[in-house]
């Protein structure tokens, strides 16, 4: 008998975050994967049986799985340099004879967990960042396209600077007039057809996220791109992005699942779940609630919580920590508490059961002693900073050997 690891009950608010996990994956799809796993398999086959799936769900050229999003933004880039030319392949990250520049608005350049600008850089390419971090013309973009350029890379996230910056329909433009291809990541996006219509060449999309399948990626768009990808992905630097036939059949899987869900059925039960978490919230003093939606493209709207921390006695981000620590841990959407001082509660990673204990919960913290609430306050001697935080978790991660 396996030893069966231990796992912290989670409570999942925060969305489809891959410090969580991502996704629960439905039973149809652990079934397909379960399927795959005691049989061999011709991968290249089964990536083209993916394509095929690809091209008639996502309306598009061609397709193929990777490991994760980041790695098709890599592969994107390295296929845009040497297109199926096997020499070219093997030769990178020396990019030496090729075009070797990638075009990134400079309020694009954001970390996700990783930096978009290394992504690029893992194929060997050099990121060059046009406009500022809050203002980007298209006369910028039209300026730094060379004969090195090999491809443009256009970030859709919640992440990216929301104002002042090109938009994607006059990027692909410019960038079209000089036949450079452009690059999409849409990692988190659902609305999967729409970057094509707006000029994409290859989107970027997490099979583990919105599809709610394993850990996987699908670079999705034209055929003589997607063709050199593969190259990469099996004999060049996507053999470090390794993804395997249980990740191609569970993207396929999950893919196919998307296209069959209820969409309308699935936005009514997230608003079910919404006013749940406003009801348990309303009228307590010190919290400010709203409905936002998502700053990118999806259509899921989130629960805004504003803290007014001289009120309830406690910053936004202490009481995300504080909820992280109950017999079943509540992770909020936090990676604006520190600065901003709110929290959302996103209801797509969790069903109305669960949801119940959310306002209760906080509710709880709010209504700890004062001597309490001093306490959690003393954790931080002063305002901590994300970057600072993120490292101090990773370190010393190792746990003791036990016997």
């Known amino acids: 008998?396996?030893?069966?690891?231990?796992?912290?009950?989670?409570?999942?608010?925060?969305?489809?975050?891959t410090a969580l996990g991502s996704s629960s994956v439905s039973p149809d799809v652990i079934a397909a994967i379960a399927d795959v796993l005691p049989r061999f398999v011709d991968m290249v086959e089964l990536q083209r049986n993916a394509c095929r799936v690809i091209q008639r769900v996502i309306g598009c050229e061609a397709g193929f799985v990777t490991a994760c999003s980041a790695a098709g933004i890599a592969i994107g880039v390295a296929a845009s340099m040497t297109g199926a030319n096997m020499a070219k392949v093997e030769q990178l990250p020396n990019?030496?004879?090729?075009k070797g520049e990638v075009l990134l608005q400079r309020g694009h350049s954001v970390w996700f967990g990783g930096s978009i600008s290394q992504m690029v850089q893992l194929s060997g390419a050099r990121v060059i960042e046009i406009g500022d971090a809050t203002r980007a013309g298209a006369y910028q973009l039209e300026e730094a396209i060379s004969e090195r350029t090999a491809a443009a890379v256009y970030v859709v996230s919640h992440h990216t600077v929301q104002y002042g910056l090109i938009n994607l329909e006059l990027f692909s433009r410019v960038a079209h007039t000089h036949g450079v291809p452009v690059i999409v990541d849409a990692a988190s996006e659902s609305n999967?057809?729409?970057?094509?219509e707006r000029g994409a060449d290859l989107v970027c999309y997490s099979g583990h996220k919105f599809l709610a399948g394993p850990t996987s990626g699908i670079?999705?768009?034209?055929?003589?791109?997607?063709?050199?990808?593969l190259f990469h992905q099996y004999h060049g630097i996507g053999r470090a992005m390794k993804v395997g036939k249980e990740s191609i059949v569970g993207a396929t899987a999950s893919l196919e699942r998307w296209a069959r869900l209820d969409h309308t059925a699935l936005l009514a039960e997230q608003g079910k779940i919404l006013g749940v978490f406003v009801e348990g919230l309303s009228g307590i003093a010190g919290l400010t609630l709203s409905l936002e939606p998502d700053p990118a493209e999806s259509p899921t709207k989130r629960v805004k919580v504003r803290v007014d921390a001289n009120v309830v006695g406690l910053e936004a981000f202490e009481i995300a920590d504080e909820l992280k620590s109950g017999d079943s841990a509540i992770y909020v959407r936090d990676n604006e508490t520190i600065d901003g001082g709110y929290f959302f509660l996103d209801p797509?990673?969790?069903?109305?059961?669960e949801a119940r204990f959310v306002a209760p919960?906080?509710?709880r913290v709010l209504e700890l002693p004062e001597e309490e609430k001093a306490v959690i306050r003393l954790r931080h001697t002063c305002r901590p900073n994300d970057a600072d935080t993120l490292v101090q978790k990773l370190q010393g991660w190792v746990p003791e050997p036990t016997e």
């Not at 670079?219 to 990808?229: P, Q, T």
């Open 361 to 363: 919960a906080i509710r």
């Open 348 to 353: 797509t990673c969790s069903t109305l059961d």
């Open 219 to 229: 670079v999705a768009g034209r055929a003589d791109l997607i063709e050199a990808c």
């Open 192 to 196: 999967m057809k729409v970057f094509f």
């Open 1 to 17: 008998m396996l030893n069966q690891p231990q796992f912290e009950e989670i409570i999942n608010v925060s969305g489809t975050m």
């Open 95 to 98: 990019t030496s004879g090729m």
